[in-house]
Structure formats: structure tokens, C-alpha cells
């Protein structure tokens, strides 16, 4: 009767030696930090007196009170509806036109296709603080190429940096950066479907536009839920754009988006704790968005898929 070989404790541990370094990274930058956020958040300041003098100032616990304020503040609350108002305008159009420049490249007669999804994809690369100052400068009348040609033809040169047009103005920068990584992303699961399948559907005389619609959109739904999914968290996450043009204008306060005023009651005000709850509900909020809507695509394709 044989028994089998006892590993050495060496070859055992040899598994959690590799995983240790991206543990103790994960711990130390992302467990550790969202960890002291949360405890922030449950606390306050407590002055004595005028608070001068050694121990005039102290930590105290606050209980759910930052929370309370925080939903209770208008500018919170107004951030939150400009960027829903914002996200209103960049997913659908952003997603829009990724989805058709990639099945523009994918049809099967694409000149410099190489270079053109290159050009497509370039401004994802460039950072977001450039891309809107070079946008911000864009904008603005008095340096704009496009305000000079509106002027020459004798065209009213629109104030994009006001009012309405400043929502239409922030969107574009996103769109402009955002489209060529999700393009990318839906034009690699259109690589991924197997040739025979456009085959079968010209034999039955499918149409380009018909299978376009009917077979390439369906088979690269995951990547569109995917890409939906991103683009919901970067735009309930929107600082760069607003924060960068708000020098350009008077229209973005310094609480124009809940990240804003996270970064204002922070580093402005010195309000760290009622700052960390507020980062704590938009990372609450941001969670339960993004996985109720996994959760019900997942509910769809499993009806689909059962009927």
C-alpha cells in the first residue's frame, strides 16, 4: 500500500509568496485608505472654548452626523444633478458613436483601417487635464480658431463656456477621449465572432445594414454592457474637465460636481471628515448604480436565454 508524498511546506507556501507583494500593495493603497475614509467619516472635530492652546481641539465621535449633513446639502445634491444631466449626454452619445466606428472597421472593405483606429484611440491616451486645457482654449472667443472663422463669415460666435452650452461644452471633451477605448473594446469582440457566421447570413441574403443589426450588435451586447458600466463610473467620477476650465469661466463653482466639493470641503475648507462621508456616499452610490445595472442586464440575458 502506497501513501502519497507529503509536499514540502516550501512548494505549499510557494502560492501565497507570489500573491503576498499584489496583497500587501492592495492592502496598503486601496483596503487601507477606503478603510481610514470610512472611520473619518464617523467622526468630527470638537473645539473647547476658542480653540486655541494645546488640547483645545479635539477628535470626536459624530455618529452618522457627517452623513446626515452630506444629504442633506443642497450643493451635494445640485452637483449630483448636473452631472446626471451631464452622463445624460455623454454615455448615449459616446457609446453611440463608439459602437459605429467599430463596425465601421469592421466591414470588410476598410481603407487604412490601421491608421484609422489609431486615430480613433489617440485621444483616450492623452491625459484628461490636457485634453481640457486644449479644449478650454478652444472655447474661449478671444483665442478660438472657430471664433475667428465665425467672425469673419459674419456668424454670432456662441459663449460655450456659459449656461446651457457649458453641459454640451464638458461633454465633448469626454466624448472626444472617451470614444476610441470603448471602440476599441467593441471592435475586439467583433474580431472575436466567427467569420461563418456573416457567411451563413449573405448566403440568405442579408443585407451589410441588416447584419450590422441583427448580428453583429447582438453578439457584442456583453461588451456593450461592459463599456456602459465603465462609462457610468468615470462620469459619476467627473473632476478633471469642470476643475480645469472652472480658471476659463464663472460658471463652474468650486462645487459644480460631488468630486468637486469633496476636494473643496477637504483641501479648502479643512472639513477632512464631513469630506470623507461625502466621498463615502459617492462611492455607495457609484457601487449600487453600477451593480444594479449588471445585475439586470444578467437578469435579461438569463430570460433571453431561457426563452
Same mark, same amino acid.
Given at each position: 500500500m502506497t501513501t502519497a508524498r507529503r509536499k514540502p511546506y516550501g512548494v505549499k507556501g510557494a502560492p501565497y509568496a507570489f500573491l503576498l507583494p499584489a496583497t500587501v500593495l492592495f492592502a496598503s493603497f486601496f483596503a487601507l485608505p477606503i478603510g481610514y475614509a470610512?472611520?473619518?467619516?464617523?467622526?468630527?472635530?470638537h473645539v473647547f472654548g476658542l480653540g486655541l492652546g494645546k488640547g483645545a481641539r479635539s477628535e470626536v465621535w459624530a455618529g452618522v452626523e457627517n452623513y446626515t449633513d452630506a444629504l442633506t446639502d443642497s450643493e451635494l445634491l445640485d452637483g449630483a444633478l448636473r452631472v446626471l444631466g451631464y452622463g445624460c449626454i455623454v454615455v448615449p452619445v459616446m457609446l453611440g458613436l463608439a459602437l459605429l466606428f467599430a463596425l465601421m472597421l469592421?466591414?470588410?472593405?476598410?481603407?487604412?483601417?490601421?491608421?484609422?483606429?489609431?486615430a480613433?484611440?489617440?485621444?483616450?491616451? /492623452?491625459?484628461?487635464?490636457?485634453?481640457?486645457?486644449?479644449?478650454?482654449?478652444?472655447?474661449?472667443?478671444?483665442?478660438?480658431?472657430?471664433s475667428f472663422v465665425l467672425d469673419k463669415l459674419g456668424l454670432p460666435q456662441p459663449d460655450l463656456l456659459d449656461g446651457g452650452p457649458l453641459y454640451l461644452a464638458l461633454s465633448n471633451i469626454a466624448v472626444w477621449g472617451g470614444t476610441g477605448f470603448n471602440m476599441i473594446v467593441i471592435y475586439t469582440a467583433l474580431q472575436a465572432v466567427p467569420a461563418e457566421v456573416y457567411e451563413a447570413a449573405k448566403l440568405d441574403g442579408a443585407t451589410p445594414l441588416q447584419i450590422a443589426l441583427r448580428i453583429? /450588435?447582438?453578439?457584442?451586447?456583453?461588451?456593450?454592457?461592459?463599456t456602459f458600466f465603465f462609462s457610468i463610473i468615470a462620469t459619476l467620477q467627473v473632476f478633471n474637465e469642470p476643475t480645469t476650465l472652472?480658471?476659463?469661466?464663472?460658471?463652474?463653482?468650486?462645487t459644480w460636481s460631488p468630486l468637486m466639493?469633496?476636494?473643496?470641503?477637504?483641501?479648502?475648507?479643512?472639513?477632512?471628515?464631513?469630506?470623507?462621508a461625502e466621498a463615502v456616499i459617492i462611492a455607495l452610490a457609484t457601487l449600487v448604480l453600477s451593480f444594479g445595472f449588471l445585475r439586470a442586464a444578467n437578469r435579461r440575458d438569463k430570460q433571453e436565454a431561457a426563452g
Open positions: 470610512v472611520w473619518l467619516s464617523f467622526h468630527k472635530v469592421d466591414a470588410e472593405k476598410v481603407r487604412l483601417a490601421p491608421f484609422t483606429r489609431l480613433i484611440f489617440l485621444p483616450y491616451a /492623452i491625459p484628461g487635464v490636457v485634453a481640457a486645457l486644449l479644449w478650454g482654449f478652444l472655447y474661449l472667443p478671444d483665442v478660438s480658431p472657430f453583429k /450588435i447582438p453578439m457584442v451586447a456583453s461588451s456593450l454592457v461592459l472652472k480658471p476659463l469661466t464663472n460658471s463652474v463653482s468650486t466639493k469633496v476636494y473643496r470641503d477637504a483641501f479648502g475648507t479643512g472639513d477632512i471628515h464631513q469630506a470623507a
